[in-house]
């Protein structure tokens, strides 16, 4: 079992057995060289290493050929139109190319980058990539990993934009390292409490305002205390405050941290494995807040971050179905089911910004919070769900450009049917099945500050369900290893909150 301190060192990537990246403008020097090859420049690459013309190129997809020139290995694939690669197929190109190309014994790895706009994605995907889930064992040596040096003709007189996008990319990659090394910790050693401590710590070294909400001061938010009444640990809820000088206006986000989701009283049953992950909401916002301090983004309000943390567990006191609770705001909620816990959490976590900050313009939620969502999208898309058009056009953007694709839902009230005959709200609509992934997403709606009157939200709203996106079972793909979630979400809400 794993001590905070322990955890916490495992998310310095001193610590991770990473490789260097550097850059080059020329091809001569290494041994072994990863050449993708696109419909719109094999002339030129044949210039490069006339050892390749013999295999007649076309740069299509599932050309492959190792080719021998002089000293050097060149491994050369086949990858389309340049015209159509993406943020999202640069970084799966990068990815896959370290990976395939680690039983190479050199100590300098060449990949060629066709684009100084490639330098920032290629750096992170090679450093996600190459996270290896051995760093949780204590008897596993570190093996040498080779140094990357991404390769392009123009990088001597671009070198300035070079090492700012490389450097840039590399804080991305500890973001979301971050994020991916907590949600593969084990929970008996991520307890609600170490999770607190961690998230203290991290807070410390960013210097970042962090407060860790005093037990007392949580006692009328009975939705996110309810959770935790199975376990033993308390549920916590931390406030990371970053503000912005002359700000007006504040923006509120708020991350699910479920440490452990057996489901509670009505459980999993098989589904229980992989719940660790349960709190991957919470550790993309803490890496959102990593990547936006490092990489020096300027936020565009006042910005309060919030983890509520609590461990959804069976037990004699633990939550029942058909359980009344109040939430933070005053409105009661009927629990329909103990495995709906997510939302919980996260409407507390928002009563809570409430009642402590004014002016909230935005609000984001962003969690693991529905099988529903994973029917619908699969692993590929972030479902959302705003009630601001532009809002919605912007984070469909935000995903496109870090290559974390995002589908929004329709905003329709009508798929709002978390009634209860007992109570304010219910935590599961009445036809849950159909579209739950949106109605779960009206339910934290019914949180989100309005006016008095009318009923209608005042706030913006954006929630993000990532529990197909964030790939819990952690299978891993050609572009990362097994044992380790995606880094979803850092990417996009790094995007909507900076200037």
Not at 235 to 251: D, M, Q, R
Not at 279 to 293: D, K, Q
Not at 319 to 332: E, I, L, N, P, Y
Not at 342 to 362: P, S, T, V, W
């Amino acid at each position: 079992m794993m001590t905070p301190q322990d955890i916490f060192k495992l998310l310095d990537p001193k610590n991770q057995n990473l490789p260097k990246i550097s850059a080059d403008s020329s091809t001569g020097k290494y041994e072994f060289i990863y050449v993708p090859v696109f419909e719109e420049n094999v002339k030129e690459l044949e210039k490069t290493f006339p050892a390749i013309k013999k295999h007649k190129l076309k740069g299509e997809k599932g050309e492959s050929h190792d080719v021998v020139q002089g000293s050097q290995m060149l491994r050369v694939r086949g990858m389309g139109k340049k015209a159509d690669m993406s943020p999202r197929k640069i970084r799966r190109m990068f990815g896959a190319m370290f990976l395939s190309a680690e039983h190479v014994k050199v100590k300098k790895l060449g990949m060629l980058c066709d684009e100084v706009e490639w330098v920032n994605t290629a750096t992170t995907s090679i450093l996600v990539a190459a996270l290896n889930p051995t760093l949780f064992k204590p008897s596993s040596k570190k093996t040498p990993v080779p140094e990357v040096v991404l390769i392009n003709k123009d990088f001597k007189k671009k070198a300035a934009a070079v090492k700012k996008a490389m450097a840039e990319g590399e804080v991305t990659a500890e973001a979301k390292n971050l994020m991916r090394v907590l949600g593969a910790t084990a929970p008996n050693s991520l307890s609600t409490e170490a999770y607190a401590k961690i998230i203290e710590m991290v807070a410390k070294k960013l210097k970042v305002k962090c407060k860790n909400v005093p037990r007392k001061d949580l006692k009328k938010y009975e939705l996110l205390n309810a959770v935790s009444l199975g376990s033993d640990h308390n549920s916590h809820l931390l406030v990371l405050t970053i503000p912005v000088a002359g700000s007006k206006k504040t923006t509120v986000v708020a991350g699910k941290g479920i440490c452990y989701d057996s489901g509670g009283m009505q459980g999993k049953g098989s589904y229980m494995n992989s719940m660790k992950e349960d709190m991957a909401g919470s550790a993309s916002v803490l890496g959102t807040v990593l990547n936006i301090v490092k990489n020096k983004k300027k936020l565009k309000q006042t910005t309060y971050f919030l983890l509520p943390l609590a461990e959804n567990m069976m037990g004699g006191s633990a939550t029942r179905a058909d359980d009344v609770w109040t939430a933070g705001d005053g409105q009661t909620v009927e629990i329909k089911h103990t495995d709906a816990e997510g939302r919980l959490i996260l409407g507390d976590a928002i009563c809570y910004a409430k009642n402590n900050f004014k002016n909230i313009d935005q609000v984001y939620t962003i969690a693991t919070l529905t099988g529903s969502c994973v029917v619908a999208l699969g692993e590929i898309y972030t479902g959302a769900l705003c009630n601001d058009e532009t809002l919605k056009e912007a984070a469909v953007k935000a995903g496109k450009e870090c290559g974390d694709l995002v589908f929004p839902g329709p905003w329709d009230l009508e798929y709002d049917d978390n009634n209860s005959p007992v109570a304010d709200v219910a935590n599961l609509g009445e036809k849950d099945r159909d579209a739950g992934w949106i109605k779960a997403g009206f339910y934290l709606a019914r949180f989100v500050p309005k006016d008095k009157k009318t009923g209608k939200l005042t706030s913006k709203f954006c929630h993000f369900d990532i529990a197909g996106s964030i790939d819990m079972k952690a299978s891993g793909a050609g572009h990362r290893r097994k044992g380790f979630s995606s880094g979803v979400g850092i990417g996009y809400l790094s995007k909507l909150l900076t200037k």
